[in-house]
């Protein structure tokens, strides 16, 4: 009782109220959060969740793939994460007769779970701050402060390193990450290890697990059932291996257990994952480049290719199962990036910038020091000349490099030095290689017809945004040999080059011909893509070879400020394991609107339009509506909950993490964050940023009244 009483007073007496901000390490639990976590409602020690001495929650969440969370949730592997981050495999295992999208798979057996090729997940087993170690090897450095105080390839080196010399054994699937936090200010290892033969085991139909699609994407309310399930297998004695039929399912050292109990408005929750990156730090400057570059390419050129896609999609069920991951990943960015500019400017978040920019320089002035103001104009110089360089960068990467399938062509380097070499056995290995690579680049882009509409409206959108004088290389010819008609060039492309198809391709490696490389119209083009990403990267390397620098001390001096004023800090996201905590909370966007802080399948309903797909409501699920089947997973007034929302601070990458209550029990999957608060990557707003979570009561509905998927029930350890 002391204890608690203890947290409560230091609470209030700290600037902790506003403990709903932050993506904390780990690591700081114990000094930086235990008391506020405490106060807002946590019923159990802080070491249960992070505890470097024995087991913990920290041990039974996962990195899902290369940018999601999971969370493993039974004795048996078994992993459940957001429908969307298995979306490409469920793909990968469908097809017109297979259509798992659609109509959703379950596993009956463990024998019937599919494999997923190139799908891996990843324990974090220690976490050690190594920053004294770090800086001790970049004094030996001539450039102390140079670009390898955060090159990722010579953190590696450092990493393997610090290994070596503490005796730390990877074994098995065993795996090393060193990476630069607060501008590189400090630095913290991280000791892995990834499994890599992962299992589908149930996915819902995408009626109910991508139930609203784009136009519900980043929304509240929401009613979708964002979850699927995978398992991790190992070999017999549960080391990490390649997919084998003799591996076994995975006995995890920790699994989650799920309560039943629900929420109640004002409820503490907590929540574990992987956010990708966030820009926190970003000078107002920046935070202006970023919408006027990145932001304002992804939300233009995006949008004519999507509508584009989603016409050919419509049109054809083979299409649409092709293009459905990809279509997927491009719009949710497209969708943040409209979000983010919108909310940057009706926020305020510009004024919020310049007036905690004033306030840091103000209180270095005031010491009689002027480092962060030096640092502060040196990145206002640098975001001015490299601005031009940038917007061009970003339309390149935009049109050609992610809008063009087709231009992920094989490189034909090494039949091109042995054919300039005349060595016979060069060549036929040369050709022997090129035709395997081939045959997964044609396999990969089945649809030519809609490769070719899409490129024409990629090259539209470039010269759109490009003048004539600055366009790539490529142009030239364009203008030269075809009047300057971009869509007579894309028809070249894939009536005459060498990769325009696969006949012209078997046509070629029969007799390849140097002169037939050199001057094909698809290698061309993919050289000059290259050339233009470099001569914009060349054109702002001069600019930014001192930014690391200035943002390091500009970091470092907003983290001076923070601990002299007794506020705590957090580094910015960078895809490592983080947590953060707050409260079960509603919200009002606007004057007159509240939105309740959960929804039920009574919403999902309302929503349905059977002309429309996105809000297609499957026959069984209305059926169990109708006759209120809900089980043990109802509300006590017999409605069936489906989402909810809490006010933690949480980014891409979180995609999937696990929403504890007050006793580390799992009550949701975090999936989403609202509308409003997609300004939270660069300044998060606590009145209006929401992280949006199916509900684990209507995960195991649809699993055990939808499905029917009992097995799968009786593995889990649910509270009821």
């Known amino acids: 009782m002391k204890q608690i009483l203890f947290a409560i007073l230091l609470f209030i007496a700290s600037p902790l109220a506003k403990a709903d901000e932050g993506m904390w390490m780990l690591t700081d639990l114990k000094t930086q959060n235990e008391a506020a976590m405490m106060a807002l409602g946590l019923q159990i020690p802080v070491e249960t969740i992070y505890n470097t001495d024995s087991l913990c929650l920290k041990d039974a969440v996962v990195q899902f793939g290369k940018g999601c969370t999971g969370e493993v949730i039974s004795s048996q592997g078994l992993v459940l994460t957001n429908h969307h981050c298995g979306y490409a495999y469920i793909q990968q295992h469908s097809n017109v007769n297979n ?56 953190l590696q080196k450092l990493a393997e390193q610090f290994a070596l010399q503490e005796g730390i054994a990877l074994g098995r699937g065993g795996d090393l990450e060193l990476k630069a936090f607060y501008g590189g200010n400090r630095y913290y ?110 939300i233009h050129i995006r949008d004519a290719r999507q509508k584009l896609l989603m016409k050919e999609m419509q049109s054809n069920d ?18 943040n990036a409209l979000g983010m500019n919108e909310g940057l400017i009706s926020l305020h978040v510009f004024d919020t910038k310049h007036a905690q920019e004033q306030e840091l320089l103000q209180w270095e002035a005031a010491k009689g020091d002027t480092t962060c ?13 490299r601005h031009d360089a940038r917007y061009h960068q970003q339309c390149l990467q935009e049109a050609f490099v992610t809008g063009m399938e087709f231009m992920r062509i094989p490189s034909t380097t090494a039949l091109v030095t042995a054919l300039k070499d005349k060595n016979k056995r060069h060549i036929q290995r040369a050709t022997d290689s090129l035709r395997i690579v081939a ?33 790539i290389g490529i142009f030239k010819a364009i203008e030269k040999r075809f009047k300057g008609s971009t869509d007579n060039f894309i028809d070249a492309c ?21 002169y037939k490389i050199e001057n094909d119209w698809m290698v061309l083009f993919k050289y000059s893509i290259t050339d233009g990403l470099l ?41 490592t394991l983080r947590l953060t905590y707050g409260q079960i909370l509603p919200y009002s966007p606007k004057d007159g609107e509240v939105y309740e802080y959960y929804t039920t399948l009574r919403g999902v309903m309302e929503k349905e339009d059977p002309t429309n797909w996105e809000f297609v409501v499957p026959d069984k699920l209305k059926k169990l509506y109708l006759s209120k089947d809900y089980g043990p997973y109802a509300l006590p007034n017999g409605d069936m909950p489906v989402c909810f929302i809490v006010n933690t601070d949480q980014t891409g990458g979180n995609s999937g993490s696990p929403v504890f209550n007050a006793r580390g029990e799992l009550i949701g999957t975090g999936f989403d964050r609202n509308y409003e608060g997609l300004t939270g990557d660069i300044a998060f707003h606590p009145t209006l940023q929401r992280a949006l979570c199916v509900d684990i009561r209507y995960t195991l509905f649809i699993i055990d009244k939808y499905a029917n998927a009992q097995h799968i029930i009786k593995e889990l350890d649910i509270i009821k």
């Open 189 to 298: 290892l991280f000791v892995k290890k990834i499994y890599r033969d992962i299992r589908m085991v149930l996915a819902p139909p995408s009626s109910i697990g991508k139930f609203g699609a784009d136009t519900d994407n980043w929304m509240w309310p929401r009613h979708t059932g964002d979850f699927c399930l995978f398992r991790i297998y190992a070999t017999p004695t549960g080391e990490p291996a390649d997919y084998s039929t003799v591996n076994m399912p995975l006995r995890p050292k920790k699994h989650l257990r799920i309560s039943l109990e629900g929420y109640s408005e004002g409820d503490f929750a907590f929540v574990m994952g992987f956010p990708g990156t966030t820009y926190r730090y970003m000078i107002s400057d920046e935070v202006r480049e970023r919408m006027e570059t990145t932001n304002f390419m992804r």
């Open 318 to 335: 083979a299409i649409r199962i092709h293009y459905a991951s990809i279509y997927a990943r491009s719009a949710n960015a497209w969708k």
């Open 373 to 385: 103001a030096a640092a502060y104009r040196a990145i206002e110089n640098i975001v001015a000349q």
């Open 439 to 471: 045959e997964r680049y044609f396999s990969s882009i089945p649809f030519a017809d809609v490769e070719r509409k899409v490129a024409k409206e990629m090259m539209r959108q470039y010269c759109k945004y490009i003048p004539v004088e600055q366009r």
């Open 535 to 575: 001569q914009t990267a060349i054109a702002m390397m001069d600019t930014n070879q001192n930014y690391n620098y200035a943002h390091g001390v500009w970091v470092k001096g907003m983290m001076d400020m923070r601990q002299a004023k007794g506020l705590p800090i957090y580094p910015d996201a960078n895809l």
């Open 99 to 154: 259509d798992y999208l659609t109509k959703g798979f379950v596993a009956r057996t463990q024998r019937e779970e599919l494999p997923c090729p190139g799908l891996s997940v990843t324990f974090i087993d220690r976490i050690l701050d190594i920053t004294s170690y770090v800086r001790e090897q970049l004094q030996k450095e001539s450039d102390p402060q140079g670009v390898k105080s955060l090159s990722p390839k010579y």
């Open 494 to 514: 894939f009536e005459h080059s060498i990769f325009g198809s696969k006949a012209n391709f078997d046509k070629f490696i029969e007799k390849p011909a140097l």
